[in-house]
């Protein structure tokens, strides 16, 4: 009990006073969750919108690949990105294991599919008469689905939330491809298990609470916008 | 003959190898308001979509102001923003009312003052002004229909297609936003396509109509004589004709023929050869009944057929009266005129018509 008391108290100081190692993992823990839920929500969104919204063969199958990429375990795509970017692998010229992008990398592969699912799901609960109404109005290709995004709203923020939500607690992958080097690709849950491995109670809590606070600041964020367009 | 805003010629849609809408022919003429009616499943839809751009024919041609569309993006577009469509439902966005209203003419990218004054003169017309700022989700049915049509006026369309726009309203909405809508094509003179499985909305509302069976065009015509002179005994009966009596020509002079029924002879007005097989359509309200000792003294009334009042039923200000003659046979009359004949169910009476009340169709030979 004392254990996780002192922990607490240690950890609190650290984050008041801005350990300047905490701090950088935690922004490089933002940088690359943040920046690989973008990736994968520019390239999801348009790919889970023409998913849900065409009809064209192999579509079911398309879909399977989806909803089984959603459930891809991290340690997998960790393995899978390691090899594709290992020193003598097809891609080892470009020398990113071990790096912050090849984190970037491994997280994107985790969130595409995540967001892509959820787009999909998003534009097939729209009624699809509605599609002909935005087309009667005279709407182009790209307003069509730009309104249809707009109807699907709240839905596409669980869709960010989602894949946000996957990749910033994501551990496997990371450790796998970013190796958790200090100071360069060391994030918050790679941090947190070589501390909780190390004994230092107090620095593992510290980070788990700036991850958790980290999680729920985002989704309460984003949430309330969910809510407040629902009210409108 | 006026010029035509729309032609499909040889049209057929299809859906899941089923053929759903084979139209030969129809043109919507510039200025007129075309009611297509039929029964539920019978290709109305189907071929307001295609009329609309909305739905490609597998083989056949529409035509925009007698230049052939062409199935490709940009000048589908084109075409589809001269147009506005209204739906059944009234399927607004999930934002304001004046938002929605909005929609169409920011899709073709208009100046922000345009769309406010056009957005504000439309909402006006249909009584929705005060609920711009409204989010369209707490709207009624027929508030949410109104802002459907707002936003079509809006677009100033030169072809204005309606699928069933107020079907999934109640009785007086329905008959308050009817009155409202001719009020507006009236006065802007707009071509429209009205759609409708309502025949008395039909015949209201068109200049002509067309009736839609069974995923073909089966009459176009004005209102009069689809309702009078209905082609076949589908349309015959879905425009309301109760009575279709099957029989044989047994002769023909001048015009008039002598048709054998199961129950007698009549004489009806048709070119119908002795021999061939008719239907005769009388309407109900073209029988007239009398007391069974009474005599019809006009000559007109060539055709008097005897029987026994089977069921009285009131329609609003009249009763319908269903007769057994050999044939069942149901006539319109005024409540008046039935309490000064005092016949009650059950009771002898006499019907009578003329020959030229009586529409024939002939069958064909199956």
């Known amino acids: ?232 | 003959m006026t010029a035509s805003a729309l032609d499909i010629s040889n049209a057929t849609v299809v859906y899941g190898g089923r053929t759903v809408l084979s139209v030969a022919e129809l043109s919507l003429f510039a200025g007129e308001i075309l009611a297509i009616v039929g029964p539920n499943g019978a290709g109305k839809s189907t071929l307001l979509r295609l009329l609309a751009l909305l739905e490609k024919p597998v083989i056949g041609e529409v035509r925009f102001g007698s230049q052939p569309v062409r199935w490709e993006a940009a000048s589908l577009l084109a075409l589809r923003r001269r147009m506005g469509t209204v739906f059944q439902s009234p399927l607004l966005c999930n934002t304001t009312v004046y938002r929605n209203i909005a929609l169409g003419l920011k899709f073709r990218g208009l100046p922000k003052p345009e769309i406010g004054q056009r957005v504000g003169r439309w909402a006006e017309r249909f009584g929705i002004g005060h609920l711009l700022s409204q989010p369209a989700k707490s709207l009624s049915g027929g508030e949410a229909q109104r802002v459907s049509l707002a936003r079509a006026f809006a677009l100033s369309p030169e072809i204005l297609l309606l699928d069933e726009p107020f079907s999934a309203l109640d009785q007086p909405t329905r008959e308050g936003l009817l009155g409202e809508l001719e009020g507006v094509l009236r006065e802007s003179k707009i071509t429209a396509v009205f759609v409708t499985h309502e025949r008395n909305e039909a015949l209201h509302f068109g200049d002509r109509v067309a009736v839609v069976m069974g995923g073909r065009l089966a009459q176009v015509d004005s209102p009069e004589r689809v309702f009078s002179t209905p082609v076949g005994e589908e349309v015959a009966r879905f425009v309301g004709v109760e009575n279709i009596l099957r029989g044989i020509v047994l002769e023909q002079r001048d015009g008039i023929g002598v048709v054998s029924l199961d129950s007698g002879k009549i004489q009806v007005a048709t070119e119908a050869q002795a021999g061939e097989r008719v239907l005769v359509c009388l309407r109900p309200e073209e029988i007239v009944l009398a007391r069974p000792d009474a005599s019809f003294a006009a000559e007109s009334m060539r055709n008097v057929l005897r029987g026994t009042v089977d069921q009285v039923t009131q329609i609003g200000a009249q009763l319908r009266v269903r007769m057994n003659t050999g044939v069942p046979l149901t006539a319109l009359i005024t409540k008046q005129s039935w309490q000064e004949l005092s016949l009650a169910e059950g009771q002898p009476v006499q019907a009578a018509f003329k020959a030229s009340a009586a529409h024939v169709i002939r069958r064909r030979e199956n």
């Open chain 1, 1 to 232: 009990m004392e254990l996780i008391w002192h922990g607490l108290i240690q950890a609190f100081w650290l984050i008041i006073a801005g350990d300047p190692e905490v701090m950088r993992i935690t922004f490089l823990s933002l940088k690359v969750s943040g920046f690989a839920t973008l990736l994968s929500l520019v390239a999801g969104i348009p790919l889970g919108a023409f998913i849900g919204l065409a009809r064209f063969p192999g579509r079911g199958f398309v879909l399977s690949l989806i909803n089984t990429g959603m459930a891809l375990p991290p340690v997998v795509v960790g393995l899978f990105v390691s090899i594709m970017l290992w020193r003598s692998g097809p891609f080892g010229v470009l020398q990113l294991l071990y790096s912050p992008t090849a984190i970037v990398i491994a997280q994107f592969i985790l969130a595409f599919p995540v967001v892509t699912g959820l787009t999909v799901t998003a534009m097939q609960q729209i009624d699809p008469k509605l599609r002909l109404q935005l087309l009667g109005l005279g709407a182009s290709r790209t307003q069509l689905l730009l309104q249809l995004l707009k109807e699907a709203r709240l839905a596409m923020l669980a869709a960010v939330m989602a894949g946000f939500g996957a990749v910033i607690s994501e551990i496997g992958a990371s450790m796998m491809v970013g190796g958790n080097i200090l100071g360069y690709t060391r994030v918050l849950t790679t941090a947190t298990v070589l501390e909780t491995a190390k004994g230092n109670f107090d620095m593992a809590i510290a980070l788990s609470i700036i991850l958790l606070a980290i999680t729920f600041l985002i989704n309460w964020g984003l949430t309330a916008i969910q809510q407040y367009g629902s009210s409108r």
